[in-house]
């Protein structure tokens, strides 16, 4: 399950509907082996293309450097689709190379309206996960007696 901040969500969805009619990406990190999406951000999308995003090998580059200075991971790796749901194309789970992370899409096939899905890819093997949309990590569900993180 992926337990994700409304103003990240929020921020991922404009930074999609800035981007359209191409695709956006980017990239949420978080402290390394928490599973917490903490830092946003977004990234070009170096193919300028409505139908593929590609991130820009040199600004990947300096992100995985500056995420290892700071022992943080890529907890969410997001791009939008602009003209069809936001489930992984076939090209989408082939070039997935983080086994580890979060891979979600938000569409903006629709004006009014945002579909934002969560899936993890190993291998090329796509499977969607529930997604909590939470004010607060420190109120977030954490087990079966819910009790606050402190």
């Known amino acids: ?4 901040r409304r103003d990240l969500v929020d921020a991922m969805v404009a930074h999609a509907r800035r981007d359209h009619p191409d695709e956006a990406c980017g990239v949420i990190a978080g402290p ?3 599973d917490r999406p903490e830092r946003f951000i977004p990234m070009l999308n170096a193919a300028r293309s409505p139908t ?3 991130f820009d090998s040199a600004d990947l580059l ?3 450097r500056e995420m290892d200075a700071n022992d943080e991971v890529p907890v969410v790796i997001y791009h939008s689709h602009t003209a069809t749901e936001a489930y992984p194309s076939r090209t989408d789970a082939k070039i997935a190379a983080e086994p580890y992370a979060h891979y979600v899409l938000v569409s903006t096939r629709d004006s009014h309206e945002h579909e934002l899905r ?3 890819i190993v291998d090329g093997v796509i499977t969607e996960e529930p997604v909590e949309v939470v004010e607060s990590y ?3 569900h954490t087990g079966p007696d ?3 993180e402190l």
């Open 146 to 148: 819910d009790v606050p």
């Open 62 to 64: 300096r992100l995985y």
């Open 138 to 140: 420190r109120f977030a």
């Open 1 to 4: 399950m992926l337990t994700i």
């Open 52 to 54: 593929f995003y590609e």
């Open 32 to 34: 390394d082996g928490s």
């Open 118 to 120: 969560s899936f993890r």
